[in-house]
C-alpha cells in the first residue's frame, strides 16, 4: 500500500471512530432519564415517595445540568474536551450503579450523579462537533441527536416489559442502562490519545461582553430551557397523564416510546435543514405550531385526538432538541464559543426545565386532575416557539 493511501485510510479509520464515540456517548444521554418515567408509579409505591419527590427524579438531574454546566466549558479547556466527555460518562455509569443500588438516599445520590454526568456530554458534544467537523456541523448533530432520541425512546418503551414482564424490578431495570455507559468508554478511550489543540482563533470582540451579555445568546437559552421543560414533563408524567384517560400502564408506556420514536425523523432531518437555511424561522414557526398543536389534543381525551396528539408532541419533541442543539454551532464562529454558548444555554435552560416536572406534579396534587397542568404545556409550547423564532435570525454571536 503507498503511504499517502495508508495515511488516507488510517485517517478515515480514526474518523469514523470518532464518529462512533460520538454516537455512542449520545446513546446515553438520555436512556437513564426517560426510563424512569414508566417506573415512577412501582419507584413511588417502593419507596412511599410523594408525586412531588417522584418528580424530583427528573428534576434532579436537570439541576444538576444548571449548576454544573457553566463549568464544563472550563474544565475542557484545562484538560481537554475528550478527556472531560470520559470523566463524564465515567460519573454516568457510577450514577447508574448506585441508583439501584439501594433505597431512598442511593436513589437521589445516583440519580444526581447522572445528571452531572450528562451535563458534561450535553454542554461538550456540540463543542466537539464544531471543532472536529465545522463544515459538516448539521449532519453530525442530526446523527448524534437522532442517536440520542432513539435510545430516549427505547428506555421509555422497554422500561415495564423488564420490570413487570422480564420480572426484573425497577432497580434491575434502571441499572442495565450502565452497560451501554461501559460500551461508551471503551469506544472513546482512543480519543484520549487523538486530542488536538483547537486552531487559533481571532479575537473576539470584547465589545459585546460576552456570550452571557448577547440577545441572541439568551434566545437560544430560551429556547433550549422551554423545550427541555415541555419534554421532561412529558417523560415524567405522560404516562400517567394517558392512564388517568383510561389507558393500561403498559399500554400508556408504549404510547410515550411511541411519541419519541414517531419524533425521529424530525430529530433527523431538522438540523440538516437548519444547516442549509440562511434564516431559520420559517422552520422553527412549523415545529411551534406542530408542538402546540399537540399539547392542544392532548386536552381532549377522544382517540383520534389522543393520537393527533402523540404525533404533534413526538414530532416537536424531536424537532425542536435537535434545532436546540444546531443552534449551538449555527449562531457562533468557532468551538470554544460553541462550549461557551452550550454551557450557557444548557445551565440557563435547564434550570427553567426542572421546574417542570415538579410544577405539574404539584399541580395534579393539588387539584387532583391534569387539566391545568395540560393547560399549562400549551402555554409553555406557545412561548417556546416564539423563542426558537427569534433565536432563528441568521446572525453570529459576537463576544467570547
Known amino acids: 500500500m503507498k503511504p499517502d493511501l495508508a495515511v488516507h485510510h488510517a485517517a478515515t479509520r480514526r474518523k469514523l471512530l470518532l464518529v ?33 419527590l417522584a418528580g424530583l427524579l427528573t428534576t434532579l438531574p ?41 433505597r431512598t438516599l442511593a436513589l437521589f445520590t445516583g440519580t444526581a450523579l447522572v445528571g452531572l454526568g450528562i451535563a458534561v456530554a450535553n454542554v461538550l458534544l456540540p463543542a466537539v462537533v464544531k471543532h472536529r467537523f465545522p463544515n459538516q456541523v448539521g449532519l453530525l448533530t442530526s446523527s448524534y441527536s437522532t ?11 422497554i422500561s415495564i416489559p423488564l420490570a413487570h414482564g422480564a420480572g426484573w ?79 393500561s400502564v403498559s399500554t400508556a408506556g408504549w404510547l410515550l416510546s411511541i411519541t419519541q420514536f414517531i419524533g425521529l425523523p424530525a430529530t433527523f432531518l431538522t438540523p440538516i435543514l437548519a444547516a442549509r437555511l440562511t434564516d431559520q424561522r420559517s422552520l422553527a414557526l412549523i415545529l411551534g405550531l406542530i ?10 381525551p377522544t382517540p383520534v385526538l389522543t393520537g393527533s396528539a402523540i404525533v404533534g408532541i413526538g414530532i416537536g419533541q424531536g424537532a425542536s432538541i435537535s434545532l436546540a442543539l444546531a443552534y449551538m454551532g449555527l449562531r457562533t464562529h468557532n468551538a470554544r464559543q460553541a462550549a461557551k454558548l452550550s454551557g450557557m444555554a444548557q445551565s440557563i435552560g435547564y434550570l427553567m426545565a426542572a421546574a417542570g416536572p415538579v410544577l405539574l406534579g404539584s399541580l395534579y396534587d393539588h387539584g387532583q386532575t391534569w387539566r391545568l397542568p395540560l393547560f399549562l ?13 427569534a433565536a432563528g435570525r441568521n446572525q453570529y454571536i459576537t463576544g467570547e
Open 169 to 247: 424490578g425497577w432497580r434491575n431495570t434502571l441499572l442495565c442502562w450502565s452497560a451501554l455507559g461501559l460500551c461508551a468508554i471503551l469506544v472513546w478511550l482512543p480519543q484520549l490519545r487523538a486530542e488536538r489543540p483547537e486552531p487559533a482563533r481571532a479575537v473576539p470582540d470584547r465589545r459585546s461582553g460576552g456570550v452571557w451579555r448577547a440577545p441572541l445568546a439568551w434566545m437560544v437559552t430560551v429556547f433550549m430551557g422551554l423545550q427541555s421543560f415541555l419534554f421532561y414533563s412529558a417523560v415524567a408524567w405522560l404516562t400517567d397523564i394517558l392512564h388517568s384517560d383510561g389507558y
Open 291 to 300: 408542538y402546540t398543536g399537540g399539547f392542544v389534543a392532548l386536552c381532549f
Open 377 to 389: 404545556l400549551v402555554a409553555v409550547s406557545a412561548l417556546m416557539s416564539a423563542a426558537a423564532i
Open 147 to 157: 442517536a440520542m432520541n432513539v435510545c430516549a425512546a427505547l428506555a421509555s418503551g
Open 62 to 102: 436537570l439541576l444538576a445540568f444548571a449548576i454544573f454546566s457553566p463549568w464544563v466549558p472550563r474544565l475542557g479547556q484545562r484538560i481537554g474536551n475528550e478527556r472531560t466527555l470520559m470523566l463524564g460518562l465515567a460519573a454516568l455509569v457510577a450514577g447508574t450503579l448506585v441508583r439501584s443500588g439501594g
Open 20 to 52: 462512533a464515540g460520538i454516537v455512542l456517548i449520545a446513546f446515553n444521554l438520555r436512556p437513564a432519564l426517560t426510563s424512569v418515567g414508566p417506573l415512577v408509579d412501582d419507584i413511588r409505591s417502593s419507596l412511599a415517595l410523594s408525586n412531588t
